[in-house]
Structure formats: structure tokens, C-alpha cells
């Protein structure tokens, strides 16, 4: 991928004159010449960062091909679904935003600092390189707050995110976003954590109708004590598949309906266990013990007893 990557970029870097060029017509806010180059050394670095840019999105489908070959022999089918939406979602909400903020949003503010300027009566010099700089910041925190967004939107509305499991998504995304945003602005500590603290914020405010609605199943585990004192967590399930049984009056059940044949409540239970670890399950109200052996296999720690 990184060969490929570097293929990719190549053309960019041979044109990437003609398109610095492009933005920084768009960026300028000046009628009359009033951008210089302050340091030219830097110039040679921007050109370098925004071909590697131009080619890692040149390359988006192959890496998330990538993505989805490796991930999918281990997800359930929700999980899929919540990485085919994240996949789909993120490149196309990036392309979009990124249109509207660098040549939309940037120039009219750019335009208004400017007006400010002359207002006062300034002689006004930009730098080229901050102008572009300043936007090149932009697109990264817009990278960061996509894809996140992206992901805990996806898990929503594939049911994988509630109110449940709200910090457990919350320390995997929020933790990897603030790293990668700490380490992209180490040169300038205190921007740099600002500009973390602020992408933070929008994400959770985007994902704050799934981070706080109502879980799909109440699961209650029982606890007690073993002969040598440690503590048992039991995840009691009823199927219902027995329909002269009746569980309903036991407490701490969970009751998933029709389990043997529905692969929606099966990839539910997978996830239950997966989330809760509990140190022993029991099945209530089943006739196809079958479909708990590769349960088995999936958690040999946890102990599995059907209908005792």
C-alpha cells in the first residue's frame, strides 16, 4: 500500500504547482498583489505534504478494500453493515465538505479579515504559505471529524452504538482521534490541543442521538460465589422455542425470540457476550441446541448450558 501510495502521488507532485496555483487564487483575498513567499524552504515542504495528500485520496477505494478484506471474516452482519455505510459515508462526506470549506467558506472568510485590514487603513502582505497552510489544517481536522463521525453514525444506525456501550466506542474513536490530532500539531502545543478539544466536541454533538438512545436489550447478569469465594456472573437467555414453558416469571432473563432461525438476534447474542463476558450462560426454552456449539467455539471461557 505505501508503494502504491507513493505511485499515486507522483503525478500529483508534477503538477502540484499548477494546483497550489488554483487554491491560492481561490484563497487570495486580494484585488491587487499583496501575497509574498517568506520562507521558500517551507513552500518545497507544502508541496511535498499536499501531493501525499492528493495521492492517499487518489488511493481511498484500494485502502478501504484493504479495510473490508481484512475486517470482514470477523464481524457479525450488523457490524458489516456498520462498515460498509462508514467506508461508503466517509470518502463521500469528505469530497463534499472539503469543496464547500476550501472554496465556499475559507475565501469568504478570508475576504472579511481582509476588508478588516484595509478598514483600518493596513498595508497589507500576506503570506502564500499560511494561506495555504491554514487550509491544509482545515482539511486534516475535517478528515478527523468525518471519518469519526462517520463511524459512530454508522454504528447507530446499525444498532451498534446506545447509550450501553456509549463509552466503550467513545475511549476507541475518541482516543484515536486525539492522538493522531496531538501528534499532527506537536509544534504547536497549546493550537494543537485546542484543535483536539474542538473536534471532540463536534463529534460527540454529531453523535450525541445514538451516544444517548435507549439500549435494544436490558441484560441484567446474576452474581455469585463460587465454594472458593470468587464471583460467578450467569447470563440467563429464554428462546421461547418451547412454548408450553414459560420463563417469563424468572428474574434477570433475557428473552430473544426465535434465536435458532433469526440471524439478527443471533449476531445480538454474539455481541451480549462479547460486552458483558459473563463467566457462564444458560439457555432456557430451547429445541436446536445446535446453534449454540459455534458459540462454544467462539467463547471457550464462557460455560454454555442448554436447557439444564
Known amino acids: 500500500m505505501l508503494f502504491i501510495w507513493i505511485l499515486a502521488s507522483a503525478p500529483w507532485l508534477m503538477k502540484i504547482d499548477d494546483i497550489l496555483g488554483y487554491f491560492i487564487d481561490v484563497l487570495d483575498p486580494c484585488v491587487e498583489e499583496c501575497l509574498n513567499l517568506y520562507q521558500p524552504e517551507k513552500w518545497s515542504e507544502l508541496r511535498w505534504i499536499i501531493s501525499g495528500l492528493l495521492g492517499f485520496v487518489t488511493i481511498i477505494p484500494i485502502v478501504n478494500?484493504?479495510?473490508?478484506?481484512?475486517?470482514?471474516?470477523g464481524l457479525t452482519q450488523s457490524e458489516r453493515k456498520m462498515l460498509r455505510f462508514a467506508l461508503i459515508l466517509a470518502?463521500?462526506?469528505f469530497l463534499i465538505f472539503s469543496y464547500i470549506s476550501i472554496v465556499?467558506?475559507?475565501p469568504m472568510f478570508y475576504d472579511l479579515g481582509h476588508s478588516v485590514h484595509t478598514d483600518?487603513?493596513?498595508v497589507v502582505k500576506y503570506d502564500a504559505i499560511s494561506l495555504v497552510y491554514f487550509a491544509s489544517i482545515v482539511l486534516w481536522a475535517q478528515v478527523l471529524v468525518?471519518?469519526?463521525a462517520s463511524v459512530m453514525?454508522?454504528?447507530g444506525i446499525t444498532g451498534n452504538l446506545d447509550s450501553d456501550n456509549a463509552n466503550w466506542w467513545r475511549l476507541r474513536v475518541y482516543g484515536f482521534v486525539a492522538m493522531v490530532s496531538l501528534l499532527s500539531y506537536y509544534e504547536r502545543t497549546s493550537n494543537g490541543l485546542i484543535i483536539t478539544l474542538v473536534t471532540l466536541l463536534i463529534i460527540e454533538i454529531i453523535s450525541r442521538p445514538w451516544t444517548t438512545k435507549k439500549p435494544?436489550?436490558?441484560?441484567?447478569?446474576e452474581t455469585n460465589y463460587d465454594r472458593l469465594g470468587e464471583v460467578i456472573s450467569?447470563?440467563?437467555?429464554?428462546?421461547?422455542?418451547?412454548?408450553?414453558?414459560?420463563?417469563?416469571s424468572m428474574q434477570n432473563i433475557l428473552t430473544l425470540s426465535n434465536i435458532c432461525t433469526d440471524k439478527e438476534k443471533q449476531d445480538d447474542l454474539i455481541k451480549i457476550l462479547a460486552r458483558y463476558n459473563p463467566n457462564q450462560m444458560l439457555i432456557f426454552g430451547c429445541n436446536n441446541t445446535k446453534v449454540y456449539d459455534s458459540l462454544k467455539e467462539l467463547f471457550p471461557e464462557i460455560v454454555i448450558d442448554v436447557n439444564q
Open 216 to 221: 435494544k436489550y436490558i441484560v441484567n447478569l
Open 120 to 122: 483600518y487603513g493596513f
Open 234 to 248: 450467569t447470563l440467563k437467555v429464554s428462546c421461547n422455542c418451547i412454548n408450553e414453558l414459560d420463563y417469563g
Open 104 to 106: 465556499e467558506i475559507l
Open 153 to 155: 453514525i454508522s454504528s
Open 91 to 93: 470518502p463521500l462526506m
Open 65 to 73: 478494500l484493504q479495510i473490508w478484506n481484512f475486517s470482514k471474516p
Open 146 to 148: 468525518i471519518v469519526s
